[in-house]
């Protein structure tokens, strides 16, 4: 396959700080992702990782083999080897970090478009590598390189080998329950073209009293159903529609590189982020009494509440995989969940699963002998806004801006603006990569949410 070729000195490189992100590295192709920047991070992460092997994988994307071909000779280079895992999901090449001790990238955008692609990378042991944890010096490193300045070769190339871990994560999958105890169910995946298609039925063929039918199941990056974007409600509507058509008991929608898993109950009603970060806590704590449990901040008060309830202590963090897998490991947490559907397990490395996620919501539908629409319900407690974005010159000028409208009431700055008003709360956080504000409120009922919703989005575009 044709490689980009190097750039010099003299040819102004390209600025690797508007790809690289909070948590990873993300862009177009071909202009911001291409051979030469994959070669770059390459070289940048086998320096910043120091290991004697780099694991690599990808996604379906049309675009990841070339750049995992030069993302490999850049690590070569080092002298250090690379074991290639070929076409993996996001969780399955953090498991393969975990159980080989080797540090690892998989390149994915995740739910963007076709036209990007990206890396995230992990240390040995799947530990995040993040703009707090090493991701500022291996762009750094890699910019370096692309000017014509980086570091020489080793006197000796690494080598390159492959390695199917696909049957031995699914194994580590099934690991988490009982599955002989589940009882028989029909499930629907909607993988929307993603990685879910390779890991999903790998996983389930372990389970034969579940019936499963995959939608969108064929590995294509150019996405030709729908995004693979189910945090966004109009990409969940085919396998909504498709649970109340097939009679299905439960469905479940994955994003690109299959980390994250929304959940449709049999009614066609999707469970947000946060009701099944609550219910999984219940769920893990009956096993894990007393337990520590990590919410994010965006997440329904439901979670801390049903977290108390259930004898378990919640620790509030702020939005991130790379914020929480730090502080499960400080507060040795045995489960952490996400608003936007990344569900963090202590014995999964503290790395995200969705289909763990999903094993966990089988079982306690087993457990309960109830359909998952009254499951569900004592999780649900009150009415949110979902995230909403407004695009804003200043975005800090305006978060101090609303902050001074609410003096009265108590406020934290643990990730962007938390203003509680005692019967309502909301979050104002600046985007990472855009000039956004992301607004999430929550409120007793639904009248009161949107009025509360009009008031404070009228303070930010005022």
Not at 14 to 20: C, G, N, Y
Not at 105 to 113: D, G, M, V
Not at 423 to 429: P, S
Request: charged residues 20%; glycine residues 10%.
């Amino acid at each position: 396959m044709a490689t980009q070729s190097h750039t010099s000195a003299s040819d102004a490189p390209f600025d690797l700080s508007t790809i690289v992100k909070a948590y990873d590295v993300r862009g177009t192709v071909p202009e911001q992702m291409n051979g030469a920047v994959a070669h770059a991070l390459g070289v940048a992460f086998a320096r910043f990782a120091g290991a004697r092997t780099v694991l690599v994988g990808r996604d379906m994307r049309p675009s990841g083999e070339e750049l995992v071909d030069e993302f490999s000779r850049g690590v070569m280079e080092q002298g250090v080897d690379v074991i290639d895992l070929g076409l993996a999901s996001t969780d399955l090449v953090y498991y393969a970090a975990g159980t080989l001790d080797a540090p690892g990238a998989i390149f994915t955008a995740s739910h963007n478009p076709a036209q990007y692609n990206g890396v995230k990378f992990c240390l040995a042991g799947a530990r995040p590598v993040g703009v707090d944890t090493g991701l500022v010096q291996v762009r750094d490193v890699a910019q370096q390189v692309l000017a014509g300045a980086g570091p020489g070769h080793a006197a000796a190339a690494g080598s390159r080998t492959t390695r199917n871990l696909l049957s031995a994560f699914a194994d580590h999958v099934v690991s988490f329950i009982d599955t002989t105890a589940l009882r028989p169910m029909r499930v629907v995946a909607d993988t929307a073209n993603g990685m879910g298609g390779l890991v999903v039925p790998a996983v389930f063929e372990r389970i034969p009293q579940i019936t499963l039918e995959v939608m969108y199941g064929e590995l294509d990056g150019t996405f030709p159903n729908h995004p693979a974007d189910p945090l966004q409600p109009e990409n969940q509507r085919d396998l909504q529609a498709r649970v109340v058509s097939g009679g299905f008991d439960v469905g479940l929608a994955f994003d690109g590189d299959a980390d994250r898993v929304f959940v449709v109950d049999e009614t066609g009603r999707g469970l947000s982020g946060s009701t099944t970060t609550a219910m999984l806590a219940a769920t893990i704590l009956r096993s894990h009494p007393g337990a520590t449990i990590l919410h994010n901040l965006i997440c329904s008060r439901a979670v801390p509440e049903v977290i108390r309830e259930a004898g378990g202590v919640p620790v509030r963090t702020k939005v991130g995989h790379s914020f929480i897998k730090q502080v499960m490991a400080d507060t040795g947490a045995v489960f952490g969940g996400e608003h936007s559907a990344h569900y963090y397990f202590l014995d999964n490395f503290r790395a995200d699963s969705g289909l763990i996620a999903s094993m966990f919501v089988l079982d306690e539908l087993s457990r309960s002998q109830s359909p998952l629409s009254v499951v569900r319900k004592p999780y649900e407690r009150y009415s949110s806004s979902g995230e909403i974005n407004t695009q804003v010159d200043d975005p800090l000028a305006v978060i101090e801006r609303v902050a001074a409208s609410f003096a009265d009431a108590a406020q934290d700055r643990l990730d962007g603006l938390t203003v509680d008003c005692g019967r309502w709360w909301f979050n104002l956080r600046p985007s990472n990569t855009e000039p956004l504000l992301r607004l999430n409120l929550e409120a007793p009922d639904r009248g009161e949410c949107d009025q509360h919703v009009v008031d404070v989005l009228a303070l930010i575009t005022g």
